[in-house]
């Protein structure tokens, strides 16, 4: 008799936008369907039902899986705002009105420092007023179940009508804790895992930075509950030589088939530090840009929370480097690979992540990597990529010189890059997820 498995696939109920959550929902839920080893019910008690599950269907292919849901539409919480969420909005406004501040960042931060001392995130309290009934058809699907697992979001409250029920949590990252000014505080402290792990639960965690953060802040979480599982790359990551289809892609998102080019993949968010990548660039062509007529900046990803701090770096440019800039917007699975491929060269200077799929994509692609030297980014790209301190202006232009004037070091990165990226793939990721789930 198969266990029967509880897999929570809110991560990809918000948007049809693929990005880091999403994705890693996406190949282990597809994975544990094809190795046909569980008797999976999906839930989604974080957005809407429908979008969730017309998401899915679109996006793994199979309607054969249960989706449980009937009673849950009412369990998203009120769109208004707690009463705590006042400094996060504040913030908000103030950042629209002066999007770009050294000074005003470090007033922020200090502020939340205050804040955090006299409410600590862990005492936190949700407003009674906008807690949920229990559902009895949740209860009833944790009573019936051998084990529940959240790619993301807390789990939900009827999980302690069945004490015996296996619980695996995945934590990618804790950048609110680490971070906090770099994160939009309209979020719901309920949602939150890491506020809600018990001893009882296994915690899964991208990377070993990851898990090093987590045991940290949490000390009441025992090291023994917490495994690593490194993410990995879709096969359809790949080296590619057909020159026409690569070009055919660089159309569709503007680019002209003569187009050399840098290319960056994040959603445009402060903490993927873009504004950083947009100043390094501009200092590099204002010193080689008569060397390099037909490169560029392609910069590649949805909109994100502040995003017009980017924008407002790149507005303060000069017309003849603006015009080698170009936003692409949100990039379909189905392209991205072509633009890792056409690119000279891939830039990832985020700030914090708990793992970066981004560069382990461009690298399983053959495309050389430049990334921050920062949080889960050097387990991921090891020896093969130039690594800079994030906040590196001149380091980073000196390093877009490096790669595209030496082409003997071009391909060594390529080499490298292919042979690091080996280390990881999604198979051996399910594996220890299967494997916690069984033993």
Not at 329 to 355: H, K, Q, R, W
């Amino acid at each position: 008799m198969k266990l029967r498995l509880i897999f929570d696939i809110s991560p990809i109920g918000f948007t049809t936008e693929v990005t880091g959550i999403s994705r890693f929902t996406i190949e282990v839920l597809r994975r544990l369907i094809n190795r046909n080893i569980f008797d999976i019910t999906l839930i989604s008690p974080y957005c809407c039902e429908e979008d969730a599950l017309r998401n899915y269907y679109n996006i793994i292919g199979q309607k054969n899986i249960p989706f449980q849901s009937k009673e849950i539409e009412h369990y998203i919480l009120p769109s208004k705002k707690r009463s705590n969420s006042l400094f996060g909005y504040m913030e908000e406004v103030v950042h629209n009105v002066i999007p770009e501040s050294n000074w005003l960042d470090s007033m922020i931060e200090n502020a939340r420092k205050i804040k955090r001392k006299i409410i600590p995130p862990n005492q936190a309290t949700i407003d009674p007023t906008l807690k949920r009934q229990r559902f009895p058809l949740l209860e009833y699907l944790i009573r019936n179940s051998d084990a529940y697992f959240s790619p993301y979001y807390a789990m939900i409250n009827e999980i302690d009508v069945n004490p015996t029920i296996k619980k695996l949590q995945v934590i990618h990252d804790l950048t609110p804790i680490l971070f906090p000014h770099l994160f939009s505080k309209n979020w719901s402290i309920e949602w939150v895992a890491w506020h809600n792990i018990t001893p009882d639960m296994y915690v899964l965690t991208d990377s070993q930075c990851t898990k090093n953060d987590l045991l940290r802040h949490y000390p009441h979480i025992s090291e023994n509950n917490v495994t690593t599982i490194s993410l990995g790359a879709d096969e359809f990551f790949c080296p590619c030589t057909d020159r026409i289809k690569i070009e055919s892609v660089l159309k569709k998102y503007g680019l002209s088939k003569n187009t050399n080019y840098i290319l960056s993949v994040a959603t445009l968010e402060i903490r993927k530090n873009f504004d950083h990548v947009i100043r390094s660039f501009a200092m590099f062509i204002e010193q080689y840009g008569d060397q390099f007529p037909n490169l560029n900046l392609v910069l590649t990803g949805k909109k994100g929370w502040l995003d017009k701090r980017i924008y407002t770096v790149y507005n303060r440019l000069t017309q003849k480097i603006k015009k080698r800039i170009i936003f692409t917007g949100y990039v379909d699975d189905t392209d991205l690979p072509f633009l890792y491929n056409g690119a000279v060269c891939f830039c990832y200077m985020s700030i914090y992540e708990g793992f970066g799929l981004p560069p382990l994509e461009a690298m399983q692609c053959g495309t050389p990597v430049i990334t921050s030297n920062t949080s889960s980014l050097p387990e991921v790209v090891g020896d093969a990529g130039i690594m800079l301190d994030p906040y590196n202006v001149e380091g980073l232009a000196d390093a877009f010189m490096q790669v595209i004037s030496n082409e003997n070091l071009r391909q060594e990165m390529i080499a490298k890059g292919l042979e690091q990226a080996k280390k990881f793939n999604w198979d051996d990721c399910v594996d220890l997820i299967v494997k916690k789930i069984i033993n």
